[in-house]
């Protein structure tokens, strides 16, 4: 089974900052691609940003939902597991509770498995 801990939600002011964890852990061959995720309240949960890191797609190429290009960043550390969100210049409307998605290969036959985290709550208030 594979275990995540996510870390960094929290209040902050419109125009501020803040930076989301999310750690691996279990018995995992290999991890294919980390991300985020969002869902406000009433709404859709979404695609914030997401990073391949193994399997058959390119290491270290990103995409973005265009509402958080150039505000927020994605990385990864493979030695950790661990997926990063940078989240600059926060707007009301980024206010959600955030997700992060690890997609694993458990046992190296190439079968792909989605793990969710707990969720963190994100809250852009003045």
């Known amino acids: 089974q594979v275990h995540l801990v996510e870390s960094g939600g929290g209040l902050v002011q419109p125009g501020g900052s803040l930076r989301l964890s999310c750690a691996a852990s279990?018995?995992?061959?290999?991890?294919?691609?980390m991300g985020w995720y969002r869902q406000a309240a009433g709404k859709q949960r979404e695609l914030v940003a997401r990073?391949?890191?193994?399997?058959?797609?390119?290491?270290?190429?990103?995409n973005y939902a265009d509402s958080v290009k150039g505000r927020f960043t994605i990385s990864e550390d493979s030695i950790k597991n661990t997926v990063y969100l940078q989240m600059n210049s926060l707007k009301s409307e980024d206010t959600a509770v955030y997700y992060c998605?690890?997609?694993?290969?458990?046992?190296?036959?190439?079968?792909?498995?989605?793990?969710w985290g707990q969720g963190t709550q994100v809250t852009v208030s003045s």
């Open positions: 998605l690890v997609r694993v290969d458990l046992l190296g036959y190439g079968d792909e498995s989605d793990y």
């Open positions: 279990g018995t995992i061959y290999s991890v294919h691609a």
């Open positions: 990073i391949s890191v193994g399997g058959d797609t390119n290491y270290g190429d990103t």
